[in-house]
């Protein structure tokens, strides 16, 4: 039988009913002591054994737990896991009573120094509890255990598929059957199949001569499953995994992805979300995924600092969505032991993910951590024992570092050090081999840069908002203009909350070119903008169009972050010229912004900008014909409150997202407007508070199914009234 949910029913500390996954301290949103949850908490679940387990494996599968899990099954222990990112296994067999087991899981949320990646400062939360999904898991005595799957010669006519499999076997059981291979395709077509006597611990087996295979890329994320029989005399026992063919390459002329040149551009994310840190589950996890690919048009996500939710991943294979994952860390490495466990967080890592297409590089250096030889030689010597097919990557901050890894990955803050003593000119990126102190050219790529070099809020003036956007589009320029880096990845994609030590002391680092709730900040733009406009036009104003806002005050020069040809600006009666991106400032962009300013403007013409200020449109252009338009009032007022939820359709006990946005009357959000909503959710759990002030015009919020049913969400502002939404959970 297939895994099966293992969620309901676990008693929180002796008296709440909770289902998994569950944050064991939800944190409100700024201000508070994260020490709240840096403790010891008890999930308890009671259960019968089923009759039809005789004689069958049953274990329990835990996909996450925060930090150091101990469980026990009434009362005896079955095993400890102090890696708070990947999965653990409880074996049940032999141990389980006709009714009544009990079942007991310990988790220690403080920050053992023992364990990665604590024992230093981190500059992110880690919450506690079992805050990813558990699962039954009953199969025959022998089974079908961890399976890799490698696609040697995609760039062949004919490809092959080769598949390793461990097989389970606790009990030590003679083991003789036979182990079958099918492979189809997405709409379950079988394309091959083959089949091998297994008798040992492990059995390979391969596919060849394949024809019409579609590779997997970041466009056609073409996808295909492998489905694994094993037949014994113990009975028999299937799994199924998804994969896709494709290289994946990085070279000192760049990334090359099945062979050809792909410049990344792309952002790191934390798994993080307001209230519920770490346990939201797989509805929220794939909505970053589709955020990132559709909405920011990244076509890289780096999992900033640990290995992520599998939901994610799978969602990132399925949209052609480029992963670079990392091991738990932050700067600091602790003793041998410690050094020891970050080789397994390697090994764990690995053994999970390596049949995930979208994976492309494994980051086995702790995160702007020093060197260390010894260390670093053994987690990369992990990686390739396991994983022959994919690159190895160290990120560091520090210039003329080691190089152990197969790929040199690099911090590089310059921007903005000018501000801070440095003597240098203004510099997005220093040259490569600056960095590295090689006398060679090596694969290199940039794995951060912008973050808290220039900390940026939703409701901070719309000068510096200008100048967030202008510090990524200028990395964004250099990155395209060097041919000797393989990409970019900028930090980050969404706020996140921090310990006290970090951040602007609300226990948030605004780091972000989104909000927590996802809400986008004028740099998200600068990302989205360089797509292709045949995924959608962009067309957004660096402006709240305001005539006091900014310094002096106006609104130039005033950045339009587009994907069109050319834009136009109609000011009040007087029609202004249209304007071209600006190539001279940013040539290597794929989409450069247009930028308006003195240069555009006569004298006469700059005179319409007086003390009377008026409405204006901004129109793109997109080979000679209008493709969109944005709208500014010069009296904005408050006029609309919009509640938006991501879908009407949810499953049951998962959760949706809901934004609320005060607009003014042509649908343009407030960036000012303070005053707080009361959320009432009736069939579903709210979570988070019931009343939120609006932060930069919008607030978002999360409503968890509690089963099938229908659900009534009502918003309401004092000065805007309220709005109802009606969804459902199947």
């Not at 199969?139 to 490698?150: N, W």
């Not at 995160?367 to 010597?381: G, I, K, M, R």
């Amino acid at each position: 039988m297939p895994k099966t949910d293992f969620n309901a029913d676990w008693l929180f500390e002796g008296c709440d009913s909770v289902r998994l996954p569950h944050n064991a301290v939800d944190l409100p949103f700024s201000y508070f002591d994260e020490r709240v949850y840096q403790r010891v908490f008890t999930y308890e679940k009671t259960f019968d054994a089923d009759p039809t387990w005789a004689r069958r494996e049953v274990s329990v599968v835990f996909d996450g737990a925060m930090a150091n899990a101990r469980v026990s099954l009434n009362g005896a222990l079955l095993t400890r896991h102090a890696d708070g990112y990947t999965p653990f296994e409880a074996r049940l067999t032999g141990l389980l009573q006709p009714t009544g087991n009990r079942l007991t899981v310990i988790v220690d949320g403080s920050e053992n120094p023992g364990i990665p990646p604590f024992g230093g400062a981190i500059d992110y939360l880690t919450y506690a509890g079992i805050y990813r999904e558990v699962w039954l898991n009953v199969t025959a005595p022998v089974s079908i255990g961890l399976h890799k799957i490698e696609t040697p010669n995609v760039l062949a006519a004919h490809k092959s598929v080769t598949v390793t499999t461990t097989l389970n076997n606790p009990q030590n059981l003679a083991v003789s059957g036979t182990l079958t291979a099918t492979l189809c395709d997405a709409s379950g077509a079988t394309i091959a199949t083959t089949s091998a006597s297994v008798t040992g611990s492990t059995a390979t087996l391969t596919l060849a001569g394949l024809a019409d295979i579609t590779l997997w890329d970041t466009t056609t994320p073409a996808l295909y499953t492998l489905n694994l029989t094993l037949d014994t005399p113990q009975g028999q026992d299937t799994a199924t995994s998804r994969f896709g063919f494709r290289s994946a390459e990085f070279t000192s002329d760049g990334f090359k992805l099945n062979g050809k040149p792909l410049k990344i551009r792309g952002l790191n994310r934390h798994q993080s979300f307001p209230y519920a840190g770490y346990a939201l589950g797989r509805a929220a996890q794939e909505k970053d995924a589709e955020i990132l690919k559709h909405d920011l048009r990244v076509n890289l996500v780096r999992t900033s600092h640990y290995p992520q939710s599998s939901h994610f991943l799978n969602r990132c294979d399925e949209l052609g969505l480029l992963v670079f994952e990392e091991i738990p860390g932050w700067q600091h490495i602790g003793d041998l032991a410690w050094q020891k466990e970050s080789v397994e967080n390697v090994r764990r890592m690995i053994r999970r993910d390596w049949n995930h297409p979208s994976i492309i590089i494994w980051g086995v250096r702790i995160n702007e951590s020093q060197d260390n030889h010894d260390f670093y030689l053994q987690t990369n010597a992990a990686a390739h024992a396991l994983d022959s097919t994919r690159q190895t990557g160290g990120v560091r901050y520090i210039t003329d570092s080691e190089l152990l890894e197969d790929v040199y990955t690099m911090n590089d803050f310059i921007l903005g050090n000018e501000e801070h003593g440095g003597n240098r000119p203004r510099t997005p990126l220093r040259p490569q081999q600056e960095v590295t102190g090689l006398p060679h050219v090596v694969p290199y790529i940039i794995t951060e840069y912008g973050g808290h070099m220039y900390p940026t809020k939703s409701n901070d003036q719309e000068q510096r908002q200008a100048e967030h956007v202008t510090r990524h589009l200028e990395v964004l320029n250099a990155m395209h203009g060097d041919p000797q880096i393989a990409g970019c990845i900028g930090w980050c994609a969404f706020d996140y909350n921090t310990h006290k030590d970090f951040g602007s002391g609300d226990r948030l680092c605004h780091h972000g070119v989104m909000d927590m709730f996802r809400e986008p900040k004028f740099a998200a733009y600068a990302y989205a903008s360089q797509s292709d406009p045949a995924d959608g036009i962009i067309l957004k104003p660096v402006t709240f169009w305001a005539r006091g806002e900014r310094n002096i005050g106006g609104v130039l020069p005033l950045i339009i972050l587009t994907n069109c040809d050319e834009v136009e600006l109609t000011y009040g009666n007087h029609r202004l010229k249209r304007v071209g991106p600006d190539r001279e400032k940013y040539p290597h962009l794929p989409h450069a912004p247009v930028i308006l300013d003195r240069r555009h403007f006569t004298h006469d013409e700059l005179g319409l900008w007086g003390m009377m200020w008026e409405d204006a449109t901004i129109t793109g252009y997109l080979n000679g014909k209008a493709v969109a338009t944005a709208r500014f009032v010069s009296d904005p007022v408050a006029t609309t409150l919009q509640v938006t939820p991501d879908t009407t359709r949810i499953a049951a006990h998962e959760a949706t997202r809901v934004m609320v946005r005060a607009l003014d009357q042509v649908g343009n959000k407030l960036p000012f407007f303070p005053e707080p909503v009361a959320i009432t959710v009736t069939g579903a759990r709210l979570i988070g508070p019931s009343l939120v002030p609006l932060r930069a015009g919008s607030t978002g919020f999360w409503v968890q199914s509690t089963g099938a049913g229908s659900i009534e969400i009502t918003v309401t502002s004092d000065r805007l009234g309220t709005q109802t939404l009606h969804l459902t959970a199947e």
